[in-house]
């Protein structure tokens, strides 16, 4: 049983001993690309309307979300399906940041934090302005950052 043990210590040990800090250009480098990631998809939302969310998503097979008013995690599937049923009624989506906060992991990982404000176009002619907060992290793949996992959670408008 003791033999377990140190066999465990020692995988603990090795997995800790590659964990450095990123150095200060890593951070802004990473911030930097998160952030014009993440405009770039408010963007692409605004010009090409919910299919530009296709691009953006990670297909790994570790992709999940918790869409607003969701009790459970979507897979990627799941997700694009949510998509494409939006599609039909809404023409338009301006996605805009009230606070946008990047936490660099690594190189390759990013957390962030937003306060979202959307103004959503819908087919039939009406819009409405959304508040959400989301949480989520992306990974750098070789086409560029995506979205990993997160959650997005409706918030009630105070204006």
Request: hydrophobic share 35%; net charge positive; with cysteine.
């Amino acid at each position: 049983m003791h033999r377990y043990w140190y066999i465990f210590i020692w995988c603990c040990a090795v997995a800790c001993r590659n964990n450095r800090q990123l150095s200060h250009n890593e951070r802004k480098t990473v911030d930097k690309e998160v952030k014009d990631m993440l405009y770039g998809y408010c963007n692409d939302l605004r010009s090409q309307g919910l299919q530009a969310q296709f691009h953006y998503m990670d297909n790994s097979g570790h992709f999940f979300w918790v869409p607003a008013g969701s009790t459970s995690a979507q897979g990627l599937d799941s997700t694009l399906a949510i998509a494409r049923r939006a599609m039909a009624n809404v023409s338009v989506v301006n996605r805009s940041y009230d606070t946008l906060l990047v936490h660099p992991l690594t190189t390759t990982l990013a957390a962030y934090s937003a306060r979202i404000r959307s103004i959503v176009s819908y087919t039939g002619g009406k819009d409405s302005t959304i508040l959400t907060v989301e949480t989520g992290t992306l990974v750098k793949r070789k086409d560029g950052w995506r979205f990993l996992y997160g959650q997005t959670t409706a918030i009630p408008a105070t204006e």
